[in-house]
């Protein structure tokens, strides 16, 4: 399951850069990353289909709120996820030696970023799947 996350995140790796990914990588925190961003995404849509299933909510813009809500949720929590972890971004061993790994606050943006926009995609997946099961927002967003 690791390497999904890894490989999906992967096509962002532009944005957050080969360090911070093999970094990812080798200390295999890629699936509680993954598992954080699509329980958050699962969450949102929940709440906005099954918890909430207000009929004032079932209008597009209410949808896109949630949406939106979603990706700035999953930007910060991207972002701080890697960030708790910047006294670590170093490579090797003790026999070798450390070295410190080019990981700027760009690149822990960048990897927030990665994350607010997969976020968006399992969310779209997520109310595909849930929106049939309210009683009031089936309509929305399509």
């Known amino acids: 399951m690791s390497s999904f996350f890894e490989f999906i995140y992967g096509w962002f790796q532009s944005f957050f850069g080969l360090d911070l990914s093999m970094y990812l990588s080798n200390e295999e925190l890629w699936l509680g990353i993954g598992c954080l961003m699509i329980g958050i995404s699962l969450f949102v849509v929940l709440l906005y289909y099954k918890i909430l299933d ?7 813009w209410c949808w896109a709120l949630f949406l939106v809500g979603n990706f700035i949720v999953n930007l910060f929590v991207g972002w701080a996820w890697v960030w708790t972890e910047r006294d ?4 090797g061993d003790d026999e070798v030696g450390t070295q410190m790994l080019d990981i700027t606050q760009g690149n822990l943006w960048g990897f927030g970023a990665s994350s ?6 399992f969310f779209l997946i997520f109310t595909i ?12 967003p399509f």
Do not use: G, H, R
């Open 116 to 121: 607010a926009i997969l976020s968006l995609f």
């Open 54 to 60: 207000l009929p004032a909510l079932s209008k597009i």
């Open 129 to 140: 799947i849930f929106k049939w099961w309210s009683k009031n927002c089936k309509t929305s």
């Open 88 to 91: 670590y971004f170093v490579s």
